[in-house]
């Protein structure tokens, strides 16, 4: 633990140094304020630092899910596969922090515990885990949807002999599972990317399974120039096309309906999506995710893809996801997951027929059996998308965060939350996020937070908050938007029925990135429309 730094004050503090942190800091130093970013670990990456699982890669490729920022940054960096494996993300995020020389502004190994607004001066009061006090005019959550493990709270976690490890708190030295009995359990987008090299390190792998979902195979390789220059050769228009996309991807949307076309073209253009990978598969048509009947039949051609592939029928249809409309759970991404139950060491267990019970000292028990094992990997998940946000203390004019988002976080626009003056949170909940290509939303995030302590400055101003009607109706907005979906109808993270007793509303804003970054710009254009601006002079006055 580092020695707590004296007291201080600064313009802005800003919580974690994952892309959102480290663009934010840049951004905020061009615009010559002075701000101390936290971080719990040990290094920038946030992520990328954190989720070392064997297989770890990202599913947007390369040439997208990176800065756009810098002309310089975006025109020397060269990823060697299509998509990027976490190694080589966190190359690039230390790369990055080099170049703009981040890291003396960065304070690692401390983590945010407790962020006051405190009236009187319009300042948030900061304190960490290490003693650091920090007075800051504005506070920058910038914590990440994805960042707060969960694991399952089975008898006996404890009493396990062996190793347990959790996908997103890899250990940064690695795992060699060679000889070993070990089991996965859960089946999400980590799992479906580390059973497959985990199946080919291990003696004997078993999967505990409670819901199959939908992969899609990345079809990955190696980067070539070619590919690489005709990005490069024209980013500055591409980019600006993706960020107007509804996921913040170019993906080559299909703007026809599934239904309008005949069973063979639908057939091809699955089988198109299918050969190429990627979550792109899911663009094919344009109401996939709005119509039920659309969404039967690329689901049932994944099905038969997956009955395709694993030899073993009685396998296959356990793999095979019947319970939720494809997409509506996060789509996979994969390289050779279902082909992998073909292994002669690889075994599924269907918890839902057969339930875990405990963890015992020798493995795992789910039914009558017990399942013996050198190592244990918890593929459970995340507290998604509030998770981060309430660990921390968060507090202002007596009213906890926790309190506030009781029934489901409230935003305006996943910026700010009524009632909390100052505090800007990026990708929050209420905003695309963890629906799109997260490198183009932390962007757009950043700026409009950057222009907006600009436009504060530069009017005198120094507070803003989002206004309780801006809220509601936002809130509201985002709630019809949703249930004109597909996605309620599934028990996912997005709806935060992963965590016990969390309250099951659809957080993220599922409007599409390119109009939502039109609402935000039209928004900040017309005076920051339901935001309330003053200065602390005038406010402290009219108390
Ligand atoms: P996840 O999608 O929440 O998956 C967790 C898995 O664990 C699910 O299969 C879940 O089953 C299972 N599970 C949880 N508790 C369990 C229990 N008590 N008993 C048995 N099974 C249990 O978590 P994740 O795989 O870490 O992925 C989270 C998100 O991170 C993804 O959706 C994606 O957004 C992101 N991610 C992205 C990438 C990428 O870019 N390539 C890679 C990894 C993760 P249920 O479904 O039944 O709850």
């Not at 663009?23 to 130093?29: D, G, I, N, T």
């Not at 297989?55 to 998509?83: H, I, N, T």
């Not at 996309?245 to 057939?267: F, H």
């Not at 436009?455 to 709630?479: K, P």
Request: glycine residues 8%; hydrophobic residues 40%.
């Amino acid at each position: 633990m580092p020695a707590a730094r004296s007291s201080n004050s600064v313009d802005v503090v800003i919580v974690g140094a994952g892309f959102a942190g480290m663009y934010m800091l840049h951004r905020l130093r061009g615009l010559g304020m002075s701000a101390r970013v936290f971080e719990a670990g040990s290094g920038v990456g946030g992520t990328w630092y954190w989720n070392r699982y064997p297989g770890a890669r990202c599913d947007v490729e390369s040439m997208q899910y990176s800065y756009s920022f810098s002309p310089e940054l975006q025109q020397e960096w060269r990823w060697s596969e299509l998509f990027a494996s976490q190694p080589e993300i966190l190359r690039y995020a230390n790369h990055v922090a080099d170049r703009l020389d981040l890291r003396r502004d960065i304070q690692f190994d401390t983590r945010v515990t407790e962020a006051r607004f405190d009236r009187a001066t319009y300042r948030w009061d900061i304190r960490t885990d290490c003693g650091d006090r920090v007075s800051a005019r504005y506070c920058v959550m910038a914590t990440g949807c994805l960042s707060t493990a969960r694991l399952p709270d089975y008898p006996g976690m404890d009493r396990f002999g062996g190793k347990t490890y959790h996908t997103g708190h890899w250990p940064h030295e690695g795992v060699d599972f060679t000889g070993q009995r070990v089991g996965v359990i859960g089946t999400g987008s980590s799992a479906i990317q580390a059973i497959p090299v985990i199946a080919q390190q291990a003696a004997q792998l078993t999967v505990f399974q409670r819901t199959p979902n939908f992969s899609i195979p990345s079809r990955n390789g190696p980067m070539t120039e070619a590919y690489a220059d005709g990005w490069k050769s024209d980013y500055t228009a591409l980019r600006e096309k993706a960020r107007h996309m509804r996921t913040g991807i170019l993906n080559n949307p299909n703007d026809v309906s599934a239904l309008e076309v005949t069973d063979k073209e639908r057939q091809r253009i699955f089988e198109e999506r299918w050969a190429a990978g990627g979550t792109n598969f899911m663009a094919a048509f344009n109401d996939l995710i709005l119509d039920r009947r659309a969404n039967d039949s690329a689901a049932e051609f994944v099905r038969d893809r997956i009955r395709e592939t694993v030899r073993n029928q009685a396998v296959a249809e356990l793999l095979a996801p019947k319970n939720h409309p494809i997409g509506t759970k996060r789509i996979c991404v994969d390289t050779d997951y279902y082909g992998t139950y073909n292994r002669e060491n690889v075994t599924l267990v269907d918890v839902r027929t057969t339930p875990i019970t405990e963890i015992t000292p020798n493995g795992v028990r789910a039914g009558d059996v017990e399942y013996r094992f050198d190592a244990i990997v918890f593929a459970t998940g995340f507290d998604a998308m509030t998770g981060a946000l309430l660990k921390i203390d968060i507090e202002a004019d007596g009213q906890s965060l926790r309190d506030k988002w009781e029934a489901g976080p409230r935003t305006y626009l996943g910026l700010m939350t009524a009632g909390f003056p100052n505090m800007f949170m990026i990708t929050g909940p209420g905003s695309p996020s963890v629906l799109s290509n997260m490198m183009v939303s932390i962007e757009q995030h950043v700026d409009w937070i950057a222009d907006c302590v600009a436009y504060l400055r530069s009017h005198g101003l120094d507070c803003i908050e989002a206004t309780q009607s801006a809220e509601d109706a936002w809130v509201e907005h985002g709630n019809e938007v949703a249930n004109r979906t597909l996605y309620p109808l599934a028990n996912s993270w997005y709806m935060g029925v992963n965590i016990p007793g969390k309250p099951q509303v659809f957080m993220p804003y599922i409007g599409g990135v390119g109009a939502y970054r039109d609402t935000c710009d039209d928004i900040a254009a017309d005076g920051y429309r339901g935001f309330a601006l003053t200065a602390q002079a005038a406010a402290l006055a009219a108390e």
